[in-house]
């Protein structure tokens, strides 16, 4: 049998992006396995926040889809909106354009990318890792990457499918009522807290004069699909949209954790396979970014025949990409906590001046949040004198709703018929 150099498990942003990272690198012998084809659906807000422009030129890929650039961040809790300018704007995609252009990107390199062909089963050896795929194909390489997303077959082998509660995701597309003004700020809406949602509802403008809609909920309490999805309908309704019957769809996602097994001898995840940001549920910038640590390592590994990845989760959590997520899992712990504590911390996030600026900053990629601690702990110490006002604040604000509609956008979206 034949063994390749890699085999990467998965052809999205996290698998395209160690693939173009190892071409980098000059490893030719790479196999890219996808298991649907090309332009599939994803789930998924589309937002490239962070530092995705940062990515994508590190990794000499381009933005070449059709994208709509969203200079604002409006976030809203029942009758408090503030609108953030963001350091440079958030580019929203859809995920089968840009997930389609960067495996077409990729293969015009000369990496081998096939379609429609899943890996179904793994084993470890000690030479090589044998690959079971869905067309009844063995194959074998010196490395497998696994960047098989949030159900991954890697990271099951890797934590033996250990029990946690996922995050949740759920979203739709609807399109904007004909001749109504097109807005290009993007809500973040954190008003279904008061209703026992741990995330928030998003209203992201996509490009088509279309918006993409969704709710995140943090697995601290357990609220199922079907009332998520009520939640979403009744957190739309409040802001003029109407969500179709069977029009969202959802992923269940986990968490990065700074000690959660990412990799062992010949193994490594990238990616969702790895976690998402567990404050705020994104991961495209995340995974490209990831993926340039995945690569170096991968491809040391095969220059030095050492390919046991113990130092990779060190690697991964001490990248600026790591240290992001390792600071937003803390405050989602905060934040999105079971019972009335968040309300602390929700106020300290709304009415601080510098916190949702700090926060809009490091959603546009123009800072990195965990360089700002100082900055953190200064709007700590005024919160601790503030807490009683910036309560009441919040209470009278859950009380009620924005003054107008939040955005013009929002009030003239109307169901997208044909999806329901
Ligand atoms: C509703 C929702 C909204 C979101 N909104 C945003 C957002 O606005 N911004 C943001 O940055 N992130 C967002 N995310 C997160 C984002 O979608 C993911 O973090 C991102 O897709 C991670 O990329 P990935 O390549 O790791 O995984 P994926 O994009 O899931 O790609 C994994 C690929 O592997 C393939 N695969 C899976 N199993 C196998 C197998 N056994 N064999 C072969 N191939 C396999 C899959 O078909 C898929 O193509 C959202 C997620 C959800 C669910």
Partial sequence: MTVRDVI??????????????????????????????????????????????????????????????????????????????????????????????????????????????????????????????????????????????????????????????????????????????????????????????????WVFPVHDRRVNVGIMHYPSTRVGGPKLIEHLGAGLAEVGVTLPARAAHGWPVWGYH???????????????????????????AVAMEQAQVTGDAVARALATGDVAFAGYRRALRRAVVGRELALDRWLARLLYQRGDGWRRWMSLVLFDPDVLEMYAARVAGSEVLADQKLRLYGA???HLWRARGRGRALRDAAGGLPAGSPTALLSATEPDRSAS
Avoid: W
Wanted: charged fraction near 25%.
């Fill in 8 to 201: 990467v498990v998965g052809a999205g942003p996290a698998g395209a992006a160690v693939a173009a990272r190892l071409h980098q690198h000059g490893v030719r012998d790479v196999l890219v396995l996808e298991r649907y084809r090309h332009p599939r659906e994803k789930p998924c807000g589309g937002g490239l926040t962070g530092h995705a422009d940062e990515a994508l030129a590190a990794l000499d890929l381009k933005l070449d889809v059709p994208h709509l650039a969203s200079p604002t961040a409006r976030v809203r809790f029942g009758s408090f909106v503030r609108t953030v300018r963001l350091g440079r704007p958030v580019n929203v995609i859809r995920r089968d354009e840009f997930d389609a252009s960067l495996v077409a990107q990729v293969r015009a390199r000369g990496v081998e990318i096939v379609e429609d062909e899943g890996v179904t089963r793994l084993a470890v050896e000690a030479d090589r890792v044998v690959v079971e795929t869905s067309r009844g194909r063995t194959l074998a390489a010196r490395v497998v990457v696994g960047a098989d997303g949030a159900a991954s077959v890697v990271r099951k082998h890797l934590t033996g499918n250990a029990k946690a509660l996922p995050h949740r995701l759920f979203k739709a597309e609807l399109p904007v009522a004909d001749g109504a003004a097109v807005d290009d700020a993007m809500l973040y809406d954190f008003t279904p807290m008061l209703r026992g949602v741990r995330g928030y509802l």
């Fill in 380 to 382: 700590l110490a005024r």
């Fill in 258 to 284: 700074p000690r959660a097994p990412v990799s062992a001898p010949r193994l490594v995840t990238v990616g969702d396979a790895a976690g998402i940001d567990g404050l705020t549920g994104e991961g495209i």
